[in-house]
Each structure stands twice: as C-alpha cells, then as structure tokens.
C-alpha cells in the first residue's frame, strides 16, 4: 500500500489541491489526477466525493461555483436526504437513494441484549459493502448513465461520503483502470479527512463508533473480492451488472481521462 498523502496535499507541485477549503463538508475532494488506463491522467475538477452537501456556506457554495459543478449525485437513503435536504443553485440534483442498513442491523443486535463490540462493527460493515455489489448495482448502473450522458463537473455524495460513495468512487477509478491500490489510497483517504459529526452515535461504544465513522480495507475489499469472486472481475461486472461495456467504457475514458 502506497504511502498517503497529507489530505491537502497535491500529487505534484504544479497539480491542483485533491482536498479543498470547504467549511461546511468535511471529506469533500478532487477525484482527479491518479493514472489510468494507458497512463493516461484522470482529469482534475470534472468527478468530486463528498459527505452530503446541506451544511456549505454561502462561501463553500461560491467555491462550488468557481468549480464548475453543475451536477450532484446524491446516494443518501430518503430520511437521510429529507432531515438535510439542499438545493444549490446551478446544480442539477438526482437522487440515487441507497438506504442505510448498518444502523438499523446494530439495533436488531442489541435488542438481542448483546453490547455491541467493534468486531460486530466491523461484521456489519462488511454486510453492508456486500449489499452494494448486489443489491445497489441498479443505483450505481445509473451513475454511469449519469456520467455518460454528459461530462459536467459532477460530484457525488452520501451522508458521510465514506462507504456508499466510497464504492462509487472506486468503482469509477478501476473504470478508468486506475489500479486498485491507488483506488484504496483514495478510499482511505477519508480517515484523514471526515469529522464525524459532534454527538453523532453517542450511545454506542466509542469502539464501534470508530469502526462505523471510519474506512477500514476490509470494507472495500470485501466488495471487491465478491465482485472478483461472483462475476470473474471489474470488467464483467460493468458489463453484466452495470450496462458498462466496451463501448461505454472508451467513451468514459474519453471524457474523463487526459489526452496523451
């Protein structure tokens, strides 16, 4: 695993910052700049990941603008969307709801009489990334329509950015063949980032509460492997699962990757 970054700095002195100066989000950055398929560069200010978008200051919303974002992807569930609903002007907003299923599996659990230990965390977590292979694959077959239909700078979310727009975003990256460690540093670059927010879970465990706020590897790797495990690998999975073929993929690599 490659050594991280600090979360403001750049991949090279003349490339722009990946992490940017928002007040109101916390793990918002630039998906740009990792090297993908043919060593071509993925293009910096067109594809963003943050945790949801209903805190941003009108200065956060200034430097939104100055961007160019014009599109958000939102992947909360509809209580989540509805308790922080936003809208930004010059933004398109759709809405790819994912509900959120860690919380409500920790409640089953302790209405068992059991306290919950960061190994039943980690247990849920990995539940849930199994889910997004399987269950959410129509939600993420729609964000590469999304991202076909047009190439304006687009960010996507959920409520922390972490998990559900952490598969995205990895499954975006492998796409446009970026390797999968650097996939990972992206994803884990979230530890370095989110705030969890003040009080947020604050009968649990603290233990269980830094699994469940937090990225660990054997989440992503868990849908990763089932995605390996089940349909052979990234590429038959687009394909198969998500519409993304051939075609599809040399027209994203066009739009979302430099020229040579």
């Known amino acids: 695993m490659p050594q991280q970054q600090p979360p403001t700095a750049s991949t090279s002195p003349t490339s722009p910052s990946r992490s940017l100066p928002f007040t109101g989000v916390t793990n918002f950055r630039d998906l740009g700049g990792y090297t993908g ?27 939104l603008a100055d961007l160019g974002v014009a599109r958000a992807v939102d992947f909360r569930g509809q209580a989540e969307s509805a308790a922080y609903a936003y ?8 809405s790819l709801a994912i509900e959120p299923t860690v919380v409500q599996r920790a409640l089953a659990l302790q209405r068992t009489g059991r306290q919950l230990t960061a190994q039943d965390a980690v247990a849920l977590m990995q539940e849930t990334y199994r889910g997004f292979v399987h269950d959410n694959a129509p939600r993420f077959a729609e964000l ?3 991202l076909l ?13 972490k998990d559900r727009t952490g598969f995205a975003a990895a499954l975006i990256l492998l796409t446009l063949g970026v390797p999968r460690d650097m996939v990972m540093h ?15 879970g604050s009968h649990a465990p603290e233990e269980v509460l830094r699994v469940l706020w937090r990225v660990q590897e054997d989440f992503l790797n868990e849908a990763l492997h089932l995605v390996d495990n089940d349909y052979g690998g990234v ?10 073929d051939a075609a599809a993929q040399k027209e994203l690599a066009g739009r979302y990757l430099e020229r040579v």
């Open 37 to 63: 398929q043919g060593g071509r560069q993925v293009k910096w200010r067109r594809l963003f990941r943050s945790d949801h978008l209903a805190g941003l200051t009108a200065q956060d919303q200034a430097l």
């Open 87 to 94: 809208t930004l002007p010059g933004v398109a907003y759709h």
């Open 144 to 146: 590469f329509r999304l």
């Open 186 to 200: 992206d994803y884990l670059l979230t530890n370095a980032l989110y705030q969890r927010p003040p009080g947020m």
């Open 235 to 244: 590429q038959t999975y687009l394909v198969d699962m998500l519409g993304v």
């Open 149 to 161: 239909a047009s190439d304006a700078p687009t960010v996507i979310h959920c409520t922390a950015g």
